[in-house]
């Protein structure tokens, strides 16, 4: 009963939809503003009843219905009532509905807006989103639906929508449960910030296709949809470090990050999303970039349907593989249907939207902007590649070629390097100027020579930077990258000589008492560069606010991020970010690994840590129909006790008596410091016996970095994204049109 | 603006881009073969970065807790998902690759901890390379079990 009521909602919901879409392009035509109200009252009304439907879904799952084919995958008696609500998007066809439920509160939420400006973009916003909103309830309503049945007949037992002749309903005892893998708070809230992200994002295509459609050429679209691109990147990246800390928390491998084709897949609009959250500021700025900017924001939606396909089709197979599904060639007809029309109407425009100003210097910001642009599109190049390159590999040559994480680390990491450095100089740069009014002339035999001694130094060292760095190419990659800094830097001098003195003597340290390892000093080098030059920018400004203002130091730094939100909230993002390489550098560069079975009162030892094997336990869990098996260590460094850890495994059955295993789980005991994590899993042990348990242990230095960076980086972005009115009166146009304030969004 | 100057920067940053794939390539691929390629071209792989699928068989798996090694061998499976598929799924391709005799098959050793889906009928994906010896020097192992978690549809029933 519930289930039909569920079900049939969902297809009102369609309904209206489609009717939005209809009456939006009716609006249009007929140039009727009542039609366009109606479809705007259609869009509102979409919301409410997919709330509805989904209620009613959670209703199901909350209390085991397992004749409901989808309550039956994802739920079992064992769950307790919170996993069973967060089972909605536990699987495909839940997963689906949320994703429409997300879109249709943005959608709505975007329909309530004042519009009195911009009234003209109303129906073809309300166009895209119903489009996309309908496809994905389509979806739904077809193919996954969430609310089917599992009916018997002659033929076996099977999940219908409707009931086929002869059959009667299945109703099995008890429920397959969610994959104990996701039963993890980290889990419970990835998916969620994912969609959340990935949905966001469709408010900005929309915004982007209205302004193509009417002509537009001015940079309305992007001041409306500014703030929703930064809260859509927000939620993507915290979904993606969310996902990083899961794996990290549960999988038990000692990593974050596997270059998975489903990580890839969320990582790609992120790549792209960031690229245009820079681009947009040129435009805005200097009136440039207008086609550039379209391309990245069709780009970005087109990979986001594609994300989410990819994250829920299980045409590849990675860890994310949870679910499973036929819908893939509709989501793909989808995203090129899309492609091509956005395309086209970019093309039709293309004219129109040439830029207003012309960029007169390689050095100017903006010209440092698009080389940043360039290097996010190549990193996602490269990724797109490394998907599909086991396909291409078989077209091409027959065998079947694929590639790892070594691949993707060794080609991204000196574009990752660049777009580092890029961080350093971008904030001394000016809008414009070209270089002979800022920077001072070349001198050339100094720069030569500056340019000369690394290719010098290479040649001397070639065969040990050969054995060191492990293959030629990355020799010639890690000299490029010295080169290109070195020459930017020398360009730079005047404005960088302090922050660069300060990045080399850090990095001499390093070289004496932590690493040798050139690509890991070529990192810290630009990490601690960047952290000067953009503290400084801090210094400098709190400074100059205090002579000016007559305020203290914490007032006048206050003061200044709040009146400046966007600038400032975007160096602290740059600082997060650096921290964030320093735990990358770290758990990548130096993780250490030991394995071993001892006995108990036995210790292993690995990087200065002693970890002392005390004791094991195992017992059951019945209602949960879990069995744990605790060990307990003492972790000493040098002789100096730290405390116990308690690495588990988990094993989970299918049934109460605790007979048939499924899925066995490896919780770490970790023990984080700034310095370092250790990282402890317990392999195995013997049952009854002292010959004790083996153990494997990972030192991931520096990894806490990481988790610290992504904290300031939420806020740096919440700072940056924050409503504000003055914000917008205070970004002041350096381009010759007259200066319009307008309305925060 | 001196279009030309922009140009070049672009086509430079461009071959970068190849270079890096290019390079990164020969360093790092992987070839995916199945253990029937392996045994037919035993010359062709020496060196090569392989990863190779297999079915377990149960009782080959061998594992000193002393040393850490694992030994096990693996029968062939196809390498195509249409043709595992074709022939009833995973599960059922494993069981079929354990119980026939006549199939191909190699030795593997890992050394490293007991993984734990390692079992009878696992499907092993393994990265590492063929010794001289042809035996499967696993550097890396992924296991898959066809379980109740990974399976959309239960035994008993069956997807529309």
């Given at each position: 009963m519930i289930a039909d009521f569920g079900y049939g909602i969902l297809v009102v919901s369609l309904v209206v939809a489609l009717y939005s879409v209809a009456a939006a392009a009716m609006g249009v035509i007929n140039k009727s503003s009542p039609l366009i109200e109606s479809a705007r009252r259609a869009m509102l009304l979409t919301w409410p009843l997919i709330s509805i439907s989904a209620l009613a879904l959670i209703y199901l799952l909350v209390n085991n219905h397992y004749e409901i084919s989808f309550v039956y995958e994802v739920t079992s008696s064992s769950m307790p009532t919170y996993l069973k609500i967060t089972a909605w998007w536990g699987g495909q066809a839940g997963s689906l509905v949320f994703w429409s439920w997300l879109m249709s509160a943005f959608a709505s939420l975007v329909t309530l807006r004042k519009w009195d400006r911009d009234r003209e973009f109303l129906p073809y916003v309300i166009i895209v989103a119903s489009i996309t909103l309908a496809f994905f309830l389509t979806m739904s309503v077809v193919f996954e639906n969430p609310f089917a049945r599992l009916y018997q007949t002659p033929e076996g037992i099977a999940a219908h929508t409707f009931a086929p002749a002869n059959s009667v309903v299945f109703t099995p005892e008890d429920g397959r449960g969610l994959n104990p893998l996701l039963r993890h708070p980290g889990m419970i809230i990835h998916p969620p910030m994912l969609y959340l992200g990935f949905v966001s994002f469709v408010i900005p295509f929309a915004f982007a296709m209205a302004a193509l459609i009417t002509g537009r050429s001015d940079d309305r679209w992007i001041r409306i949809t500014r703030r929703w691109t930064l809260w859509a990147w927000l939620f993507l990246s915290f979904g993606l470090v969310l996902g990083g800390r899961w794996a990290y928390d549960v999988l038990g491998w000692g990593g974050y990050w596997g270059w998975d084709p489903v990580e890839i897949a969320a990582f790609m609009p992120w790549l792209t999303g960031t690229a245009f959250l820079h681009s947009v500021m040129i435009q805005e700025k200097r009136g440039q970039f207008k086609q550039w900017n379209m391309i990245l924001v069709i780009l970005t939606y087109a990979l986001v349907i594609f994300g989410t396909f990819l994250t829920r089709s299980g045409v590849l197979s990675s860890v994310h593989a949870f679910a499973n599904s036929p819908i893939g060639p509709f989501f793909m007809g989808f995203v090129a249907l899309t492609l091509i029309v956005s395309l086209a109407l970019l093309i039709w425009r293309w004219p129109e939207l040439n830029s207003e100003t012309e960029m007169k210097s390689m050095l100017s910001r903006e010209a440092l902007f698009l080389l940043n642009n360039l290097l996010f599109m190549s990193v996602l190049v490269i990724c797109f590649v490394g998907v599909i390159y086991p396909l291409v590999s078989e077209l091409a040559t027959g065998a079947k070629v694929t590639v790892g994480p070594p691949w993707y680390e060794f080609s991204t990491s000196p574009l990752f390097a660049m777009l580092m450095f890029l961080m350093a100089i971008a904030p001394l740069s000016s809008w414009g100027l070209s270089s002979q009014e800022k920077l001072s002339n070349l001198n050339k035999p100094v720069l030569g020579g500056i340019l000369a001694l690394p290719v010098l130094v290479f040649a001397i060292f070639w065969k040990q930077l050969t054995f060191m760095i492990g293959s030629w190419p990355g020799v010639v990659i890690a000299l490029a990258v010295i080169l290109a800094v070195a020459a930017l830097m020398y360009i730079f001098r005047k404005l960088i000589w302090l922050a660069a003195v300060l990045a080399a003597v850090s990095t001499v340290y390093l070289y004496f008492t932590y690493t040798q390892n050139i690509i890991a000093l070529i990192g810290f080098f630009l990490i601690v560069l960047v952290l000067a030059v953009t503290i400084r920018e801090f210094w400098r400004a709190v400074r100059a606010r205090q002579?000016?203002?007559?305020?203290?130091?914490?007032?006048?730094?206050?003061?200044?991020?709040?009146?400046?939100?966007?600038?400032?909230?975007?160096?602290?993002?740059?600082?997060?970010?650096?921290?964030?390489?320093?735990?990358?550098?770290?758990?990548?560069?130096?993780?250490?690994?030991?394995?071993?079975?001892?006995?108990?009162?036995?210790?292993?030892?690995?990087?200065?840590?002693?970890?002392?094997?005390?004791?094991?336990?195992?017992?059951n869990n019945p209602p949960e129909q879990v069995n744990y098996t605790r060990a307990v260590v003492g972790i000493y460094k040098g002789d100096q006790y730290l405390g116990q850890l308690y690495p588990r495994k988990d094993m989970y059955f299918s049934d109460r008596q605790m007979l048939n295993p499924t899925q066995p789980m490896s919780i770490p005991g970790n023990f984080s410091s700034f310095k370092d994590d250790l990282y402890v899993l317990l392999v195995d042990w013997e049952p009854a016996s002292a010959s004790g348990a083996t153990f494997k242990i990972y030192v991931n230095p520096l990894v806490n970095w990481l988790w610290i960076g992504s904290l300031l980086f939420f806020i740096g972005v919440v700072i940056a994204a924050w409503p504000d009115k003055e914000a917008e009166y205070a970004t002041a146009r350096v381009r010759n049109k007259a200066y319009q304030p307008s309305s925060a969004d | 603006?001196?279009?030309?100057?922009?140009?070049?920067?672009?086509?430079?940053?461009?071959?970068?881009?190849?270079?890096?794939?290019?390079?990164?390539?020969?360093?790092?691929?992987?070839?995916?073969?199945?253990?029937?390629?392996?045994?037919?071209?035993?010359?062709?792989?020496?060196?090569?970065?392989?990863?190779?699928?297999?079915?377990?068989?149960?009782?080959?798996?061998?594992?000193?807790?002393?040393?850490?090694?694992?030994?096990?061998?693996?029968?062939?499976?196809?390498?195509?998902?249409?043709?595992?598929?074709?022939?009833?799924?995973?599960?059922?391709?494993?069981?079929?690759?354990?119980?026939?005799?006549?199939r191909s098959r190699i030795s593997v050793i890992y050394v490293g901890p007991k993984p734990d889906l390692l079992r009878d009928e696992a499907q092993a994906i393994m990265t590492g390379h063929m010794g001289e010896d042809g035996i499967f020097y696993a550097d890396e192992l992924l296991l898959k079990c066809p379980t109740r978690y990974e399976e959309a549809v239960p035994e008993q029933a069956s997807s529309n």
């Open positions: 002579n000016s203002q007559q305020e203290n130091f914490a007032l006048a730094f206050a003061r200044l991020i709040g009146r400046n939100r966007r600038r400032y909230g975007g160096y602290i993002i740059h600082v997060s970010m650096m921290l964030m390489a320093v735990g990358i550098l770290g758990i990548e560069m130096f993780q250490k690994e030991t394995q071993g079975q001892v006995a108990a009162g036995e210790a292993l030892t690995i990087s200065g840590y002693t970890v002392k094997f005390e004791d094991i336990a195992s017992w | 603006m001196k279009v030309n100057k922009f140009l070049v920067g672009g086509l430079f940053i461009l071959a970068a881009v190849v270079f890096l794939i290019v390079a990164s390539s020969q360093a790092n691929s992987e070839f995916f073969m199945t253990v029937d390629e392996l045994n037919v071209q035993n010359a062709n792989v020496a060196g090569k970065n392989l990863r190779v699928s297999g079915a377990i068989i149960g009782s080959t798996i061998q594992y000193d807790a002393q040393t850490l090694t694992l030994t096990f061998d693996v029968a062939h499976v196809p390498g195509d998902n249409a043709e595992i598929e074709a022939q009833g799924g995973l599960a059922e391709v494993l069981h079929q690759a354990v119980i026939d005799p006549s």
